[in-house]
């Protein structure tokens, strides 16, 4: 029961749009009536099956764990940075690529160099979709969005490099 309604709340989150009692089907709203059937079939059936699935994905974690955990930990700086991106936005406060630089930064030194690439790649798609005109397009409308968002790209890599490179520096002196 509680899963249910934490989905409901998300989706709320999520999709807060204005509400019209008419809806489109050539909008997108064709989509939501197909898509939030086929949603609470999902729902019910991992609810159903939950002791099965919870065995499968444990097996499956205690295989995966070890080499996806940097990479998770890349996913989440990027989606706290969206988030916090989000909150200063509403706040008319735009810290777009301070923030995703900082998700980067502290990626590379604690996950390393190929999570940070990651972090850095997300970060970009992530500021892009969100928040750079046009909204909702990867497409970047102003050239000085664009020429920031290659300047943050690749800040972003040479600070993952740097740090990368003294971590190596660092495990070589130790070994010495």
Known sequence: MYYVLLFVAIVLLLCSTKA??????NAGGFLWQVAAP??????????????LVRKSFAALASSLIPTARPYVFALLSVSLATA???ALQRAAVHG???IFMVSSVATASVAGLAPSILSTALGALSSAYWFLPPDASIAISQPSDRIRLVLYVICALVSALTLE???NERRSAAGD
């Open 96 to 98: 777009t690529f301070m």
């Open 84 to 86: 916090i991106n989000f």
């Open 38 to 51: 086929l949603a609470a079939l999902a729902l019910t059936s991992l609810l159903y099956f939950k002791s």
């Open 20 to 25: 019209w009692a008419y809806i489109d089907p």
């Open 165 to 167: 490179w003294r971590r």
